[in-house]
């Protein structure tokens, strides 16, 4: 099943996939050797194995790239999943634009409560 917008709550619905700006703090992502290093964290529900996708557009300039993050079938029940995903600052600005879009295997409902991204410290 190919990966779709994602039906947002509300009158927005798919007719528009929201863009999520951020902005990379550049001493940790300036280069491609040297990216952000973020861990991604989703609440879903879903009775399918499915995929969900972090599509990330540096603004401006720079290298526009996907980060897939499998998630397994909870059988019906809320789960939560995380991953590890690297940012790069090297978009205008160190700004960085986030669409999501995700899929099931079978094609039925995948329902996300909540998606973060909690960048990693660097000591």
Do not use: C
């Not at 980060?67 to 790069?88: E, F, N």
């Amino acid at each position: 099943v190919a990966l779709g917008q994602i039906d947002w709550v509300g009158t927005v619905g798919t007719a528009a996939t929201p863009k999520f700006r951020l902005r990379v703090r550049a001493p940790y992502g300036v280069s491609a050797g040297t990216p952000a290093t973020f861990t991604i964290r989703v609440r879903y529900y879903s009775t399918a194995s499915g995929t969900l996708r972090v599509k990330r557009s540096p603004v401006g300039a720079g290298v526009t790239s996907n980060h897939d993050m499998a998630l397994a079938s909870t059988g019906g029940a809320w789960a939560a999943a995380s991953d590890t995903i690297t940012l790069r600052a090297d978009g205008t600005a160190q700004e960085l634009d986030v669409e999501f879009e995700a899929s099931t295997s079978d094609g039925s409902a995948l329902y996300l409560s909540s998606i973060a991204l909690i960048q990693t410290e660097v000591t």
